[in-house]
């Protein structure tokens, strides 16, 4: 019966079951190509794992030994392992954070820096350490011997310098105490009038890198008329007395000085005082004077000093420096001169 009621439900679940399984409409129809969701494009690969990491995540109370610093570098080389990238070892963490010895929390946060930073990809790893280093790390025992000779080398190249510094430092100051003391006598020197003969000055030029520097110069010719301790008039006397002009009874002694930077008497002090003279006060030796002294008195030339400052400075620094012992380096001289030392 077509008013039955419960073919009227049979009817509806056929139906239902029909639209149920009818064929599914097509995707170009249901969704545009605008759809971020469904576009045929290729999707982006995913992004590479972010690394984090503390130092409170490790087990380690007291950051104080390479032991612990394995700990940073284990769980490193395990992460790098799984990446399929070669591990690196304590020697390449301790040169690239420029860590002598790890022994501090502070050296323990540069180690996971650098650890974090490879991971990440955002530190590149230096191939001249992690391959220049090889045989240092293939054998510590080699290194610290090497290290070793080198600062004994060190020690003895610094003891070597100080020594040919100490002997330039003590010709330098002779001399210049020669100078004084002659200098010193020079002052109780009579005085006469030279003649001036010729007089010039002129300016060298000298460039460099720098840039270039003018220096002055100066020369005299000047003659010096002497009377012989033996001459009529002075036969009671054994010492010259000179000055003034040329007589049949004098004796002419001729000059030459030059100025220079370690001279007695400087450039412009010669400038000064021969432009344009006829004669010049000099002092002279009585009992030779082929000896004269441009500037009578007792002087100084300041440049004297520096031949003498120089070294000493020198000598201070090496003697001061913190990397190298002169005092070592002198002993091992003496262990090599003995044969203590094997070179």
């Avoid at 509806?12 to 969701?37: G, I, N, R």
Wanted: net charge negative.
């Amino acid at each position: 019966m077509s008013g039955n009621f419960w073919d009227t439900v049979d009817t509806e679940s056929k139906v239902a079951e029909k639209t149920e399984v009818a064929a599914p409409v097509a995707e170009d129809s249901v969704f545009t190509q605008s759809d971020a969701a469904f576009s045929t494009e290729e999707v982006p690969a995913p992004l590479a794992k972010k690394y984090s990491a503390s130092l409170s995540d490790f087990p380690v109370n007291y950051w104080d030994s390479r032991n612990d610093a394995s700990l940073i570098i284990g769980w490193f080389n395990g992460e790098r392992g799984s990446q399929g990238k070669k591990t690196l070892d304590f020697h390449y963490f301790r040169r690239a954070t420029e860590i002598s010895e790890f022994d501090s929390e502070h050296d323990a946060q540069k180690f996971l820096d650098l650890a974090l930073g490879i991971l990440n990809e955002e530190i590149p790893i230096d191939e001249e350490i992690q391959f220049g280093g090889w045989m240092q790390d293939a054998n510590p025992q080699w290194a610290e011997e090497y290290e070793k000779s080198s600062g004994m080398w060190s020690n003895i190249a610094a003891a070597s310098g100080f020594t040919l510094v100490l002997i330039f430092f003590i010709v330098a100051t002779t001399m210049f105490s020669v100078s004084l003391i002659n200098e010193s006598g020079r002052q109780d020197w009579p005085t006469g009038e030279a003649q001036i003969i010729e007089f010039e000055e002129w300016i060298e030029t000298e460039c460099g890198d720098e840039g270039c520097s003018d220096t002055q110069y100066a020369r005299a010719t000047f003659e010096l008329h002497c009377l012989t301790p033996y001459s009529p008039a002075k036969i009671f006397d054994s010492e010259y007395v000179c000055g003034g002009e040329a007589t049949e009874d004098t004796v002419m002694f001729k000059h030459q000085y030059d100025s220079g930077f370690f001279e007695h008497v400087p450039a412009n002090y010669m400038i000064e005082h021969l432009t344009d003279a006829e004669t010049h006060t000099v002092a002279y030796n009585p009992n030779d004077p082929s000896e004269v002294d441009l500037r009578p008195g007792f002087q100084i030339n300041w440049e004297w000093f520096v031949p003498v400052i120089i070294p000493f400075v020198i000598l201070l620094v090496i003697a001061k420096a913190r990397n190298v012992s002169v005092k070592s380096g002198y002993a091992s001289l003496v262990g090599l001169m003995r044969g203590d030392i094997e070179v």
